[in-house]
């Protein structure tokens, strides 16, 4: 077995890549040993006896799948989690979220004629103020107060 490793040094410098990635095919080696010359590594290439072979990548098949999921909601368990809450959405963004809704919902409420203008304003300054965890807790005030029948 010829010692083809100036060949393999000429092929790499030809082609542009490293050692490693330069094939040289068993089945002509004996003709290998006599290419001395870049010009008969080239002849080499052009005839398929010296091949580039191909880059070696991590797959990025299972990430692109992944990350399809996780834009679809899963693998958002606890588990899942690092950081606190705030880390995840900033207390801001909760309350912007909540109060708006709240906001909006009341507002319906008001001109769709539910509640009378002063019950609106009493409620906005108590959801403004934070007593209300969500929609569903205002409205169960409201009921509670007597403002909405059962199911409004």
Known sequence: MPDLSNQRR???ALLK?????VFLDPASQEDLADAVTRADVRGAIKAGVIRRRATIGTSRARARRRAQEVAKGRHQGPGSRKGTPESRLTRKSRWMRRIRAQRDLLRELRTGKKIPPKVYREFYRRAKG???RSRAHLLQN???AGHLPEAA
């Open 142 to 144: 409201l009921r509670l």
């Open 17 to 21: 890549c490293g050692e490693g990635r």
């Open 130 to 132: 934070g007593m209300f």
């Open 10 to 12: 000429l092929a790499a």
